[in-house]
């Protein structure tokens, strides 16, 4: 089967369960997918890339905010910067690793491969 039916047979799946189209097709992938980008839905994907993925861009977005907002006025060093950019992308991504991973125990969802 090739990706596009396969993500089909998913975002209708998902769809079945009720959640938001919005928790399910996050803006983000939308883009992805507009782009020919060939990347699953958020609750089919691996838990390790789940957790780069997020913290990641969340380190990166937040800290480039924080950085332009407070930090370059505070005078922090280089070290405590990045610690702190680091500490909040890895429990960024903790967190929506683990929403993702609860919520496709609570909806039994079937693995990408067994779509």
């Given at each position: ?11 209708n ?20 997918w ?80 067994d779509?």
């Amino acid at each position: 089967m090739d990706f596009e039916a396969k993500k089909q047979r998913v975002l209708n799946l998902l769809a079945k369960t009720g959640m938001w189209k919005s928790t399910y097709a996050p803006l983000y992938v939308n883009l992805l997918w507009r782009f020919n980008f060939r990347c699953r839905p958020p609750h089919f994907v691996p838990f390790y890339m789940t957790f780069l993925n997020f913290s990641l861009y969340f380190g990166v977005l937040w800290g480039g905010i924080m950085w332009f907002l407070q930090w370059r006025h505070d005078g922090d060093s280089a070290e405590g910067i990045l610690l702190k950019i680091l500490s909040a992308g890895v429990t960024f991504g903790l967190i929506m690793t683990m929403y993702y991973a609860l919520s496709r125990w609570y909806y039994r969802l079937p693995a990408w491969e067994d779509v």
